[in-house]
């Protein structure tokens, strides 16, 4: 099984471009998150979706906008990419019951310039 | 607000000392909490979850919840522990936080 699938794994933009980051499961999950890892502040939810049709806001939303797009992808875009979301992105996955694991892909490593 | 703290953003031991990474969390509610671990180059995956009480590659969480604590305890650290250590809380709608993360090195 592949589990949880990132694309791009790296990417450069300039400042003002825009791009979506895209995230597939194939694990047949409710809930995907997207987060961003920065160095001393650890992993910070910027938004999740607990079942197709429905997103919410994590604790950083502000410059990114998401779709859950059916019950296996779920995308991240950035409008209008700034230098402070220059960071490594990770899509995760899990099922909707208690205390289940989450499932995370490799990362997308993006660069704004 | 539900958080997730890590006091230690670095934790460096020998090899076959014991080790505690420090988990402390803020939530009314009853928490669900895990341990999740990245290795060099690897995806980040599950280590401990405190449902299960288990005991994964030596390491043991109990939850503390008059200290609102889930600390990571391992009594005789090895070389290969050396990772990223992440704990995360779970509540309402499976919003899903983490914390800023501990990296641990086990020194030869």
């Known amino acids: 099984n592949a589990g949880v699938t990132q694309t791009p794994k790296f990417q450069v933009l300039k400042t003002g471009q825009s791009m979506t980051l895209q995230c597939a499961q194939d694990m047949n999950h409710n809930s995907m998150y997207w987060y961003r890892q920065d160095p001393g502040m650890g992993l910070r939810l910027i938004y999740y979706s607990a079942s197709e049709g429905t997103t919410d806001k994590g604790e950083v939303p502000n410059g990114y906008n998401v779709s859950r797009l059916n019950k296996r992808e779920f995308s991240l875009r950035l409008e209008s990419a700034a230098p402070s979301q220059t960071s490594v992105y990770f899509c995760a996955s899990r099922d909707g019951q208690a205390n289940i694991e989450a499932f995370f892909g490799q990362g997308t490593r993006l660069t704004v310039v | 607000a539900q958080r997730v703290t890590q006091p230690e953003k670095l934790l460096s031991v020998f090899k076959g000392a014991p080790v505690e990474l420090k988990c402390n969390y803020s939530?009314?509610?009853?928490?669900?909490l895990f341990w999740y671990v990245q290795y060099s180059r690897q995806r980040l995956q599950l280590l401990l979850r405190?449902?299960s009480r288990e005991s994964i590659k030596g390491f043991t969480a109990d939850l503390n919840k008059g200290e609102t604590s889930f600390h990571l305890k391992k009594p005789f650290a090895q070389e290969e522990d050396s990772a990223m250590y992440y704990c995360a809380l779970s509540f309402r709608r499976d919003d899903m936080r983490f914390g800023a993360g501990t990296r641990l090195t086990v020194k030869p």
């Open positions: 939530y009314s509610g009853s928490p669900e």
């Open positions: 405190h449902i």
